[in-house]
């Protein structure tokens, strides 16, 4: 007679295979409830992982979208200053020869156009750096000379061959600047 060896339980009953079950295949209730609250605090992760995600894809394409509609309102402002000096480039006065009165305008109207250019960026938060008589930063300051100079003490601010800009707290442009040597 052959040996019919099985492995597994008498009977033919299938083998146990989640280690939480009684021998007699019967699951504990807490067993169940702790798979359901299991289940409903991993669907629960998954939800809040979900609306995270759609949060922060949100937040980048609003922020985009403001920078964006920010860039195009100080692009329409610099428009309007553009048009005036094409206006006094193209000036009668440009044209004709050239008398103090015609000169005197022609300047009066480029700096007028320079001081509505002015406002404008005081009114977006750009302030200009007051480099001369100022100590050398680097944080704020490009050194592009060195002059030794009597007068003046070591590392001073002594020529300034270009403005430099903050926007609020942050450097939007250095100065380039001369310092003083010893």
């Known amino acids: 007679m052959a040996d019919n060896h099985v492995d ?4 033919g009953a ?3 295979t989640d280690p939480l079950e009684t021998p007699e295949g019967a699951v504990p209730p807490e067993t169940v409830e702790l798979k359901q609250e299991r289940d409903d605090l991993y669907d629960r992760l998954l939800r809040k992982t979900a609306e995270f995600d759609n949060y922060r894809k949100r937040v ?3 922020r985009r979208e403001q920078a964006d ?3 195009t309102d100080l ?3 610099l428009l309007l200053i553009l048009d005036d000096f094409e206006l006094a480039l193209g000036a009668d006065a440009a044209r004709l020869p050239s008398t103090k009165n015609t000169d005197v305008a022609y300047r009066k109207g480029v700096e007028l156009i320079h001081a509505k250019l ?3 960026l005081r009114k977006r938060g750009v302030k200009p750096i007051e480099a001369l008589g100022a100590d050398f930063d680097p944080n704020v300051h490009q050194a592009v ?3 030794t100079s009597p007068e003046h003490r070591e590392g001073e601010v002594i020529g300034e061959m270009r403005r430099g800009y903050m926007i609020g ?3 939007l442009r250095p100065a380039m600047v001369k310092v003083a040597k010893a």
């Open 118 to 120: 002015q406002d404008l």
């Open 8 to 11: 597994g339980p008498a009977n």
């Open 75 to 77: 692009l329409l402002d």
């Open 14 to 16: 299938p083998a146990a």
């Open 60 to 62: 980048d394409r609003e």
């Open 69 to 71: 509609q920010a860039t």
């Open 169 to 171: 707290d942050r450097l």
């Open 145 to 147: 000379s060195h002059e």
